[in-house]
């Protein structure tokens, strides 16, 4: 996504407002990052790039880094060394304004002090828009998010009052109506029931097949293996492996990786990857084998 100058009213500086780029141009640069809490490396010599297209899952243990790597792409956490480049500009060069037009972030959790309804939520996504042609699309694309997330029937209901799987959608919504080309998602599925998993998942492959790229924190290797192009697993703030998930979704990697005996099949119709976690049988714990 090259950048055009435009002018807009009322502003004293123009803003950089995206292209698009083709697929397959990188869109997130991370280059040797290291983040450090406390003087504490959390991450350390992360190098990954993604590209338009394509949707990367990042997973790992609890601590591995994953969320704190995205908030470094999302510049919510200072970086000590190495670079990130946000369509082919450092982080840093962008303004905040820009950098919104850029990259879409869904956190774990969304807080909000105010009753605003769904609808004024969602909403809130098209700010870095206003003053732009494209504004003039925004109840269009209000109206398009709300029913692609399944939260088109609460548009009028105060968010709070929701259910935190039915806001965990509203704030997906919110972040696939900002139009951003990089989407970063934290753990969209955590407060999911499995249909609505699965919708978040098809969502993000849809707006990967439309030239955005996705970056996704998961928990469930499942959805990772079934739904991302590429996997990026971590440990101890390290990248241990990289790559398609047939690649990266190995019992033996995953076993030593989560401390745990891991095995993985591929599933008998689709091929693609059912990882299950070996566990003895509940009902003979502790009884002495059969003779």
Same mark, same amino acid.
């Given at each position: 996504?090259?950048?055009?100058?435009?002018?807009?009213?009322?502003?004293?500086?123009?803003? *950089?407002?995206?292209?698009?780029?083709?697929?397959?141009?990188?869109?997130?640069?991370? @280059? &040797?990052?290291?983040?450090? %809490?406390?003087?504490?490396?959390?991450? @350390?010599?992360?190098?990954?790039?993604?590209?338009?297209? /394509?949707? #990367?899952?990042?997973?790992?243990?609890?601590?591995?880094?994953?969320?704190? %790597?995205?908030?470094?792409?999302?510049?919510?956490?200072?970086?000590?060394?190495?670079?990130?480049?946000?369509?082919?500009?450092?982080?840093?060069?962008?303004?905040? =304004?820009?950098?919104?037009? *850029?990259?879409?972030?869904?956190?774990?959790?969304?807080?909000?002090?105010?009753?605003?309804?769904?609808? /004024? #939520?969602?909403?809130?996504? *098209?700010?870095?828009?206003?003053?732009?042609?494209?504004?003039?699309?925004? @109840?269009?694309?209000?109206?398009?998010?709300?029913?692609?997330?399944?939260?088109? &029937?609460?548009?009028?209901?105060?968010?709070?009052? !929701?259910?935190?799987?039915?806001?965990?959608?509203?704030? +997906?919504?919110?972040?696939?109506?900002?139009?951003?080309?990089?989407? !970063?998602?934290?753990? $969209?599925?955590?407060?999911?029931? %499995?249909?609505?998993?699965?919708?978040?998942?098809?969502?993000?492959?849809?707006?990967?097949?439309?030239?955005?790229?996705?970056?996704?924190?998961?928990?469930?290797?499942?959805?990772?293996?079934?739904?991302?192009?590429?996997?990026?697993?971590?440990?101890?703030?390290?990248?241990?492996?990289?790559? $398609?998930?047939?690649?990266? +979704?190995?019992?033996?990697?995953?076993?030593?990786?989560?401390?745990?005996?891991?095995?993985?099949?591929?599933?008998?119709?689709?091929?693609? $990857? !059912?990882?299950?976690?070996?566990?003895?049988?509940? =009902?003979? &714990?502790?009884?002495?084998?059969?003779?």
């Amino acid at each position: 996504m090259s950048s055009l100058p435009l002018r807009l009213l009322g502003r004293r500086t123009p803003v *950089r407002v995206p292209r698009t780029r083709p697929a397959g141009t990188p869109l997130i640069e991370i @280059d &040797q990052v290291r983040v450090e %809490l406390g003087r504490r490396a959390v991450l @350390d010599e992360i190098d990954l790039v993604v590209h338009t297209g /394509e949707v #990367v899952a990042l997973v790992g243990p609890n601590g591995a880094g994953k969320s704190t %790597l995205l908030a470094a792409v999302c510049g919510d956490v200072p970086v000590a060394t190495g670079t990130i480049r946000i369509d082919a500009t450092p982080q840093a060069a962008w303004t905040p =304004t820009e950098l919104a037009l *850029r990259r879409a972030v869904l956190t774990q959790r969304s807080v909000l002090s105010f009753p605003f309804t769904v609808a /004024e #939520v969602v909403r809130m996504g *098209r700010a870095p828009w206003a003053g732009l042609p494209a504004a003039d699309s925004d @109840d269009e694309i209000v109206d398009e998010c709300l029913q692609a997330t399944d939260v088109a &029937q609460f548009a009028s209901r105060t968010f709070t009052s !929701l259910s935190g799987g039915e806001q965990a959608r509203a704030a +997906l919504a919110r972040v696939l109506a900002q139009r951003a080309a990089a989407l !970063l998602l934290d753990e $969209p599925t955590a407060a999911l029931d %499995l249909h609505h998993q699965e919708l978040v998942l098809r969502i993000a492959r849809q707006r990967a097949a439309a030239g955005d790229a996705v970056v996704v924190v998961l928990h469930d290797l499942g959805l990772a293996g079934a739904y991302a192009d590429r996997i990026a697993l971590l440990s101890a703030g390290r990248l241990r492996a990289v790559g $398609p998930p047939a690649q990266v +979704l190995t019992g033996a990697l995953l076993s030593e990786v989560y401390r745990h005996d891991i095995e993985v099949r591929a599933h008998p119709e689709t091929g693609l $990857p !059912l990882v299950v976690p070996r566990r003895q049988d509940p =009902t003979r &714990q502790g009884k002495e084998p059969p003779t």
